[in-house]
């Protein structure tokens, strides 16, 4: 049974509409790019970990030994048996800030790659400094560092392993990939494909009426101010994120069937850049319609347009799940459903607002 | 207004907060004629219900005079005399049509925290966290009552506040739990925990007709409550005896045929399993000290029923899973459906069949509010039900 329930989740996902998908879907429109590129089909969504687990584990490993090296150079110095001098304290602490840096770039999402080799190296210089002690400190405790240089010595190696491991595994991120391609290419994958799903009690008919209306969306769209219509397939919106901010663009409906379906993608030039989907689905047993949002959100162009759309990425799966809830309130009970602390912006007691507190509702 | 306000762990203060108003077109506005401190809001109390903020008023056991109404309200009126649910339900969504009201699908505007916290959403509820809707509670002078077409039920006014106060939860809770236990005559039900709403689900087992009621608990008082007022047929005092060997003697070995937790997440014990959940819970390994319920578990007999109303709000640990499935035991719980009970629970009462006002054993005014939770979570003064009135 729920082998089943997956199999029919995997299969939702792989229908993709041609506004989404395919070059056709800029049928019904004017073409929104120069050269005519056709959209491609959604990404998976990445994981925001780094995939390879050993890349993974060698990281908290690194974050391990070199907090114990910062925090604890003394006892650790003991340990691997070499004398516990203010200067071999300042070496492991160096080494210790080096291994922390190591680890927390592994544990980050993107070209793990790299990272794996600069442990390799760094695994080297320690080879190097327990060998150098070993072999010209006679004050060195010479079965402790042995039992050290033979565990750095494995680390070596694992390390060496996993680097090259980490070589051979496809990966849409590596830094390889990244320079070989041009720069549209960098943004095309960049692009994030957002998606939210609600059940209304309520017929498809109902549901696509109430959405063909855009200006309806600002009752329950949290970040939009105003859809104004302009024709049968344009519309210009002006949405605000923070309250000061204001993002504007034009839409134009890329596919439209009637109690199914509405996709429709912004024009050049807008402020938000992307392409959306809602389709309409009869529920089982009577329960009235799923509604399908999907959306690809491309972040502005250039290096700040990057960072912001990298914050505005993380936003809009919980923005537009939050916005269906109450597409779903509006049109099961006629309003949105507010309490006490829910009709502030800002986190607040649940407790009925005084007339000078109701400035932000 | 003045309004009992959660200002922290074991903290709250009767406030000046501003008079509420009507948000959404369905709401009403209350003046709370009595309220009353329920269990859960100890929970509350001690800081196991997770996203509370200082300054949350607190209550959702409250009845009151309708002194406003929003544009789109049909069945109040201003001055009607009712009773309030404490879950919060719009009466239009797929749950509500099938009259699972406590798991409303349109009253919790917060309903994004409680999926990342269980999965899904459960409707909104009056004065209990931010999870669960944010709603100010009725510890107060005046309480808003969202889609007050929906939960409100008129009382007659040959009734007093202290007989119908009670439809709010915890009779109906009591009345839900031994609902889930599948009564019929000749049934033996064990009921863990004779606070409140253990002695509405001992009350509720009789009025369903189960033959043997058995209640537990440590405290003598409550269980002298349970056998006289209630109507449970044999008592257990945990302290004084082994839970599982009494039950089985009292059973003839086979066990109840149900057994109702009515305890939830703060369990009291002894000896090592309660050291051990003490321990783990103040190391946050878990949130809950489900001691009553792993003891009910085991006690039940085969292929019996166990009925959790008790209130839990996160992970327990050492759940006795083998012996759940490999006996064929079937596990219910739920916050309740207040609304659908409250018709035929007025009804029992207005025919005298029962009086929920046994179970009040203090009154005190809404100003006294920190003094009465102390009261009541210390169980000074033989407390079992405090009710508060302006």
Redesign the interface.
Known sequence: MEARNDQTRNDQSKLRSPALGGANGAALTVSTRPNGEPRQPAQPRRTARASNPWARGLGWFSIGLGAAELLAPATLARLIGVRDTSRNRNVLRALGTREVAAGVGLLLPRRPGRLLWSRVAGDVVDLALLGGALAFDRRTKSNRAALALAAVAGVTALDTWASLRRQDEPDDDSAALTRATARRDKRKNARVPVQAVVTIQRPATEIYAFWRDFTNLARFMTHVRSVDVKDRLRSHWSTSVTGRDTLEWDAVITDDRPDHLIAWRSVADADFDHAGEVRFVPAPGGRGTEVHLKMNVLPPAGALGKAVGKLLHRVPEEVIGADLKRLKQLLETGEITRSDASIHKAPHPARPSGDDEQSDV | MK?N?WEGKKKVRVET?????I????DAILKVTSTAICGSDLHLYNGLIPSM?????LGHEFMGEVVEIGR?VKKLKVGDRVVVPFPIA?????MC?EKLFSLC????????MAEALWGHSPS?LF?YS?IL?????GQAEFV?V??ADVGPIKVPASLRDDQVLFLSDIFPTGYMGAEMCDIKPGKVIAVWGAGPVGQFAIASARLLGAERVIAIDRFDYRLKMAREKAGATQTINYEEADVHEALRDLTGGRGPDACIDAVGAEAHSHGISYAYDRTKQALMLETERPIALREAIRACRNGGIVSVVGVYGGLIDKFPMGSLMNRGLTMRGGQCHVHRYLEPLLGHIERGEIDPSFVITHRMRLDQAPEAFELFMRKQDNCEKVVLSA
Not at chain 2, 23 to 26: A, E, I
Not at chain 2, 53 to 57: E, L, N, P, T
């Open positions: 309004a306000c907060v501003p008079d509420p108003r948000l959404n077109d369905g903020q200082k300054g949350d008023v789109a719009c009466g239009q969504c797929t049509h699908e349109n009253s919790n505007p917060n309903a994004w909104g004065g931010h809707g944010g709603f100010a509670g808003r969202p889609f």
